[in-house]
Each structure stands twice: as C-alpha cells, then as structure tokens.
C-alpha cells in the first residue's frame, strides 16, 4: 500500500517557522511531482508549492519569498520551510505526489493532512 504521511504542524506565533515534511511509503517505482496544497475553514484547496523530481519548483504568490519547499529523492520526502508565518497561512496542510507503484499505473496521492495555526 502506497500512502504519504506527514508531520510538523502546530501552533506558532505570527513571524515564527515551521517545518513539515512529508514521506512517501510502500511499494514505489517511481515519484514525479509532489506538492504541499492547504485547506483554511470555508475556502476550497489552494496549491501552496510543487517540486518536480528534478528539482524544478513553482509557488502560490502569497507564500513567494517565505515559504521553501524541497525534497530528498532518496528519502522519497518532501518539505515545506514556512518562514515569515501570517495568521493567514492558518489551514490544514495536504500533501500530494504523483506516484507510480510497481505493477500499478500512476495516480495521485493524498496525505492526511496536517493542522497549521499561526496564532498569538
């Protein structure tokens, strides 16, 4: 079974960090694009930032020159460095890959997400 689990949200204080990380487990060729997506109360999903296998990045305008997202190819992890942290950036964090598991097609994957709140 392909699934993401991700780790470190919380509570923080406005211009505080945060750090989350996201890993991939299970029986997997292959990872091409993950990304860090977020859901605050009442709106719909927004994309927060994507990071191709090969490194290429792309990020919503609002978290440009704050937030840095990487990841460890070998590790099959992806992270989210939140700097500069706004009391709008408060939502439930998703992660998302494109995966493609042995023997399987490629889909899309969801992580169960992870509750960040930037409150003082």
């Known amino acids: 079974q392909v699934q993401l689990v991700e780790s470190g949200g919380g509570l923080v204080q406005p211009g505080g960090s945060l750090r989350l990380s996201c890993a991939a487990s299970g029986s997997i060729f292959s990872i091409n694009v993950m990304g860090w997506y977020r859901q605050a109360p009442g709106n719909q999903r927004e994309l927060v930032a994507t990071i191709t296998s090969g490194g290429s990045t792309n990020y919503a305008d609002s978290v440009k020159g704050r937030f840095t997202i990487s990841r460890d190819n070998a590790k099959n992890t992806v992270y989210l460095q939140m700097n500069s942290l706004k009391p709008e950036d408060t939502a439930v964090y998703y992660c998302?890959?494109?995966?493609?598991?042995?023997?399987?097609?490629?889909?899309?994957?969801w992580g169960q997400g992870t509750q960040v709140t930037v409150s003082s």
């Open positions: 998302n890959a494109f995966m493609t598991p042995w023997y399987r097609t490629t889909s899309n994957y």
